[in-house]
């Protein structure tokens, strides 16, 4: 019978929605945990959002922050056990809203944890309100009519908030394609990289399917990244070991 190559990381089936983004991170994130030795001196921090399910089900050790605090917890863990490999697992709502303040002031201060943020343009947990990074027109229980950009601001870049900022690595993967999934890995394995070697902030975003508050199947959600969220939210590494790769 075939050997399944699941990393002994992910404990339990994960409990997100058929193909929901976040079980894909998982795997990726558990990959890179194991590849590269941390498993047991990883330390994550998440608050609130579909991506609390993996507390259960993804075997390091958890610190649970009030919402949109987590960046703030895994500033604490990492400046009392700086040996451990610290890092920040939330969605776009939790990190980009209520957490802005908390997730910018680690950047800012180039604090050394790695943060993984799960763009999915909504708020996937609570049924599908606005969240900072939805797109103009998109639709959401709390913009029926779609994001009007004039009432509510532009959607949300993150990484052109930090790129200038003395960070240590900036990147945006998504996982709409096998290839993209493949560079979210080495995005990820890079940003741990910059922590442990003492390199500052990091800093992934991850472009990332919600079928079931997006109403869409999973192959016009993967579509729909493709041909318009990408507009919106480039791919690629924007700093990367403290300078900007495009300046
Ligand atoms: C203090 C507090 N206010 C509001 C909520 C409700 N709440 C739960 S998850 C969430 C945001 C989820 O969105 P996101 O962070 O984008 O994660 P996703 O589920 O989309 O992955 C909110 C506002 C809460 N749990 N606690
Ligand atoms: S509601 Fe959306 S983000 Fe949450 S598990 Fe389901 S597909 Fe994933
Ligand atoms: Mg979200």
Known sequence: MAQKLIPELLVEDNKFCPGCGHGIVNRVLAEVLEELGLADKAVGSLAVGCGCLMMDTFGTDWVQAPHGRAAAVAVGVKRVRPECCVFTYQGDGDSLAIGFSETMYAAIRNENITAIIVNNGIFGMTGGQMAPTSLPGQRTTTSPKGRDAALT???????????????????????????????????????????????????????????????????????????????????????????????
Not at 165 to 189: F, H, M, Q, W
């Open 153 to 247: 601001g532009q959607p949300l870049n993150i990484i052109n908030q930090m790129k200038n900022l003395p960070v240590g690595y900036l990147a945006r993967g998504s996982v709409d394609t096998a290839k993209e999934i493949n560079k979210v890995k080495k995005y990820i394995r890079t940003g741990i990289e910059t922590q442990m070697k003492g390199g500052g902030y990091s800093m992934i975003e991850i472009l990332s399917p919600c079928p079931t508050n997006w109403k869409m199947t999973l192959q016009n959600s993967l579509d729909h990244i493709r041909s318009t969220v990408r507009a919106t939210y480039p791919l690629g590494e924007f700093v990367k070991d403290g300078e900007r790769t495009d300046a």
